[in-house]
C-alpha cells in the first residue's frame, strides 16, 4: 500500500499541473479564437501583432519581438504575412535608416472594432461560468504567474 501511495505521488497528474493546464486553455482559447477572427481574415499571430500596434503604432521588428515575446523569425514570417495582406507597411526610419518602423495600414485601423469584439467574445465563452469575483481572482492569478515567470 505505502508503496502505491509512493507510485501515485511520482505520476504526472495533467489536471493538477499549472503548465499543462495553461497549454490547453491557450490551445483551446487560441483555437476558438481563430475561428472567430478567420472571417476577418486574421490569423492569431496577426491579431497579436495588431493589438501591439493598435496600442503604439510605428514600432519597429526588435520591440514587437520583445513585446510579444516570440522569436524573432516568427515575427519575420508574421509581418511578411501583414504586409501582403495589406494590413501593414514597414518605413525607414528618419532617425535610423538602417531600421524600419511597422505601421498599420487603414485596412487594419478598420479591423480594430471587429477583432476585438471576437476577442471579447471568446473570453466570454472562457469565463462564462465564472461570477465576476471569480474572473477577477482568476485574471489576477494568471498575472502573477506570468510576472513570476518574466523575472527568471
Known amino acids: 500500500m505505502l508503496f502505491n501511495s509512493y507510485l501515485s505521488a511520482m505520476t504526472f497528474q495533467k489536471d493538477r499541473s499549472a503548465g499543462y493546464l495553461a497549454n490547453q486553455m491557450a490551445r483551446l482559447f487560441a483555437k476558438g479564437l481563430q475561428q472567430r ?49 495589406g494590413l501593414i507597411e514597414r518605413r525607414t526610419r528618419p532617425d535610423d535608416g538602417r531600421s524600419q518602423s511597422v505601421h498599420l495600414t487603414p485596412k487594419a485601423v478598420a479591423l480594430r472594432g471587429p477583432a476585438t469584439e471576437a476577442a471579447r467574445a471568446q473570453n466570454e465563452t472562457a469565463l462564462a461560468d465564472f461570477s465576476e469575483d471569480e474572473r477577477q481572482t482568476f485574471l489576477k492569478l494568471m498575472r502573477r504567474a506570468i510576472a513570476a515567470m518574466h523575472d527568471d
Open 37 to 85: 477572427i478567420r472571417s476577418l481574415g486574421l490569423a492569431p499571430a496577426q491579431f497579436m501583432t495588431l493589438l501591439a500596434l493598435w496600442d503604439e503604432d510605428g514600432l519597429t521588428q526588435s520591440e514587437l519581438v520583445r513585446r510579444l515575446d516570440v522569436e524573432q523569425a516568427t515575427m519575420a514570417n508574421t509581418l511578411t504575412r501583414m504586409e501582403r495582406d
